[in-house]
């Protein structure tokens, strides 16, 4: 995740015009009680005053439908966020959504609000989060169940009165649930009660007759007090309440399944057509790892809506909103790379992902290339086309922008297909075993078709990565190397975002209407990226999927890839963790990876975290990137060339078993030489 290449030119593209997003005056701005309310702008919520989208997410922003979880998302152009040029956030591709993100930040704007004066759980306490008293709840009201979360501000916020409250689940909330939201004893910088938005106090003082223009809010609001009253939170109190619906498994992975099951239909069992464009032969003394690499192109179906799927394309979608194929293919390009072991031995067949904004020859990485030699795999790789080198220009565009940002997960919900039918073609018969390419010298497959097809990713091929294990037919083992998800959380917090947050600052210049820019944008990633795909990347496997084991390998104090994303994962699918996981005092949580099981010491079938420590500080505690000299060098790379944690991966990518490396210690890292 290097962006030292590109970072010129992004900034050379920020704007710098100011804009801020649409407010409201409120009912009782300057008008008292006894004056009737005056409507909001079309599409606001009136609960909490002066913020159109807040609190967010919010059923208030849905209406009714034929999905299966019987509502829309709703969004009016007159709410959206507006840029420096004064147009607002397009809202079409987010009303195509049957609901919120499983990973939505919960975001409300109450200046004034010191948290801990509140008391409210801090990301190193998660566990205060569920104590019965907690000054802010989250009750899923299928099952009653508390949720747990972290509650911040945003720290990068310089104008006090522009700060973002932000509540951020601890593990991914359930696809099609509907949860209320509850704010009670919020204290300010002096101790004293914070004061409750006074459309709020006018919903909870009585009913109001049917003419009021809040009377509808009201009886929406009626409905989220029982739901946490039955949870046992009163109504008494309370300084603001609101309830948001999770998208459905069909609402955020059914584009995608469409795609792979017609495109799967298609090829009945046989490989893609494909094209072997260069094979070059190296010498031991060239390379003592790695005997053959091979490139060429996979041909897939284009279900964008442009010839060749450029950068700029969208989904190709038809009266049903399922994408459909445009009619041509895109041609995906590959590398792979063949160890001297598989003269011998046909080798593990293994996809490899690749890092922010990059390319398919990263599979040639002298970490992977050991890894492949060490280990007898024979790893390939295409592009993320959406996020890859040749969309370095247009993600940059996107920003000054968002009514465009659908064409960036458009085009990775077409890579996933291009990875799955690259997995395809290294495991079928009359794909790469069938070439000479993929042959020794008698006719031999230098590809195991007997083993099951592995996933090998770092940074954005562990985020993007999950996404791809969830989807795919053929793998089952996969290792998330520096692994995270939900881009909404790891923006603010990594070093690689400063230049995009550069044009953010020139586009939306305004602190809160980023953070909504932001949890808007999460519920586009969700449908290309592990948060989500997280509810089924193990146990609960997606239709025409395996189930799968994951390996998340975290390196602590990670500048690029913040570590807490990690964790939220590893609690969301379940994966338990390597004790000792860090040396006593290393890090700063009062109970560290809080809800995650520990890992038994024999070797483990099943999903896991472990930690590699090679010596980096603690990265801050708020949504601040690790930046200044007190953050020492950047660990992000270290795992991955650890002998020790190559021998892990292999272990599991052959067998699904997390072997322990470590001994009775924490496991550590040797730093990477600049």
């Not at 989060?129 to 916020?157: F, H, M, N």
Request: charged share 20%.
């Amino acid at each position: 995740m290097r962006l030292r290449t590109v970072v010129a030119a992004l900034v050379l593209l920020a704007a710098t015009s100011t804009t801020a997003a649409p407010v409201w005056a409120g009912p009782d701005s300057g008008a008292g009680h006894a004056t009737p309310a005056p409507s909001p702008p079309s599409g606001c919520d009136p609960i909490a005053g002066a913020e159109c989208l807040l609190p967010f997410p919010n059923d208030w922003f849905t209406t009714g439908a034929r999905t299966r979880t019987g509502l829309r998302v709703n969004l009016s152009a007159e709410a959206m966020p507006r840029n420096a040029a004064g147009a607002p956030i397009d809202p079409a591709q987010w009303n195509a959504a049957d609901g919120f993100s499983p990973g939505s930040m919960l975001l409300a704007h109450l200046p004034g609000v010191d948290l801990t004066r509140t008391g409210a759980a801090p990301v190193t306490d998660i566990g205060w989060s569920l104590r019965r008293d907690a000054p802010i709840v989250i009750v899923d009201t299928r099952t009653g169940e508390r949720w747990p979360y972290w509650a911040e501000l945003d720290a990068g916020a310089a104008d006090p009165a522009r700060r973002a409250l932000v509540i951020r689940p601890a593990k991914n909330f359930q696809e099609g649930h509907r949860y209320a939201v509850a704010l009670r004893g919020l204290k300010n910088a002096a101790g004293e009660d914070l004061p409750a938005p006074e459309t709020f106090i006018r919903l909870l003082s009585g009913e109001l007759p049917a003419g009021d223009p809040l009377a509808g809010r009201q009886h929406a609001l009626h409905r989220t007090l029982g739901d946490l009253s039955r949870a046992g939170v009163d109504a008494r109190g309370l300084q603001l309440a609101w309830d948001f619906t999770v998208a459905s498994e069909q609402g955020i992975a059914g584009p995608v399944l469409t795609m792979r099951d017609r495109a799967l239909r298609t090829l009945r069992g046989r490989s893609p057509k494909f094209t072997v464009t260069s094979v070059t032969d190296l010498a031991p003394e060239q390379d003592p790892d790695i005997a053959r690499e091979v490139s060429g192109e996979i041909l897939v179906p284009n279900y964008l809506d442009k010839p060749g799927g450029p950068p700029g394309s969208n989904l190709n979608r038809g009266p049903d909103g399922l994408p459909r194929p445009l009619g041509d293919t895109v041609k995906a390009h590959y590398q792979c790379e063949i160890p001297r072991s598989a003269f011998r031995r046909p080798a593990h067949p293994s996809l490899y992902g690749h890092g922010l904004l990059g390319k398919a020859t990263e599979v040639r990485a002298r970490n992977v290339r050991a890894m492949a030699g060490e280990h007898g795999f024979v790893f390939c790789a295409t592009k993320w086309i959406g996020m890859s080198d040749e969309d370095v220009q247009h993600v940059a565009s996107v920003f000054g922008d968002l009514s465009r940002f659908g064409t960036v997960t458009d085009r990775l919900q077409q890579s996933l297909l291009n990875f799955v039918l690259l997995g395809r073609a290294m495991i079928t018969r009359d794909g790469f075993a069938g070439h000479a390419a993929f042959q020794d010298g008698r006719g031999r497959s230098l590809i195991d078709l007997r083993a099951d097809l592995a996933y090998d990713g770092n940074s954005q091929g562990a985020i993007t990565g999950g996404a791809l294990v969830a989807v795919s037919p053929d793998v089952r083992n996969a290792v998330l190397g520096v692994p995270g998800m939900n881009y909404s959380t790891l923006l603010n917090r990594s070093v690689d975002f400063q230049p995009f947050q550069r044009l953010m600052d020139g586009a939306y210049p305004d602190r809160l209407t980023q953070q909504i820019c932001f949890a808007l944008m999460q519920m586009l990633w969700d449908r290309a990226e592990t948060d989500g795909y997280a509810q089924h990347l193990t146990d609960d496997p997606l239709a025409g999927s395996p189930r799968h084991r994951v390996l998340l390998h975290v390196a602590f104090g990670d500048h690029q890839v913040s570590t807490v994303t990690a964790e939220v994962e590893a609690r969301t699918i379940g994966a338990r963790i390597r004790q000792p996981a860090l040396a006593a005092g290393r890090g700063p949580d009062l109970a560290p990876y809080w809800g995650l099981r520990s890992m038994p010491r024999r070797p483990y079938a099943g999903s896991a975290l472990v930690v590699w420590d090679s010596g980096a500080p603690a990265p801050p505690v708020t949504n601040t990137p690790p930046l200044g000299p007190e953050y020492g060098r950047d660990p992000h790379e270290d795992p991955r060339h650890d002998p020790a944690a190559r021998v892990q991966k292999a272990h599991f990518l052959r067998d699904g078993l997390v072997v322990d490396v470590c001994g009775d210690a924490p496991c550590a890292a040797d730093p990477v030489e600049p």
